[in-house]
């Protein structure tokens, strides 16, 4: 049987008795083939170390009588030929030798006062480093200084420019008041957010032709709105194609208009 076939791990056009009589790759393992054209353990060898021939045991000492590397320590060795001590020492601050003396005492993220936990993290911003790459990334809904991610728009904005347990800002919240009138009115509705329309327009009023202020907030009357370019009521759609930023002041004195 070619060696491409069995270390590829496409098995699935060979019927079950040819499975059962594969065996690994590694020279001189007769072991049964269990994944990628090894064992089970030259599988997990090469899962965890990167190579299926690497052993983490040393030379004609039982496994189970190994002591730890380590020196001054007659521990028995848990992995990587270290003791359970040295391990997670080695594996949470990447030197075995560290001292107890030694050790960070709080995170060091800047205002955390959170006990250390790995890599000179707390629990929370070790696994925010592992999860999105930064221990200090920012995460929608998180409230830092006064300001919080909205959902939709992932604008960093003021949190009092959100409702009340609401994950998107108020802007993006008039989306839902737009896809409701065009369910009444029976016309057709796009998935869109007012902020895609104000930045798609420049920020620039399609009624006056003078600049939006996106710092403003409804009611002000130089707030940034949503236009329908054909009114709902008069049959138009609450599509992309169909609407335009403008002033709130002129979006009111327009109406249920078509412009001339």
Known sequence: MPRDARTSGALTDRSRADMTTLTCSVDECERKHYSLGHCKLHYTRNLRHGDPLVTKYKPGVPSGNAPCIMDGCDKPYFSRQMCPMHYQRWRKHGDANLGQSNFPIGCTVP???????????????????????????????????????CSQCNRDLPIDRFRAERGECRTCAKKYVHARRALLASVESD????????????????????LMDESLKWPHRYSPSVDHITPLSLGGTDTLTNVQGAHLTCNISKGARIPA
């Open 111 to 149: 205002g955390c006062v959170k006990s250390h936990y790995a890599h000179g993290w707390c629990i929370a911003h070790s696994t925010r480093n592992k999860r999105h790459g930064s221990p200090t990334a920012r995460l929608q809904g998180e409230v830092v200084n006064g300001h919080k991610i």
């Open 191 to 210: 998935n869109y957010r007012p902020h895609e329309v104000f930045a798609r327009d420049s920020w620039v009023c399609q009624l006056c032709m003078e």
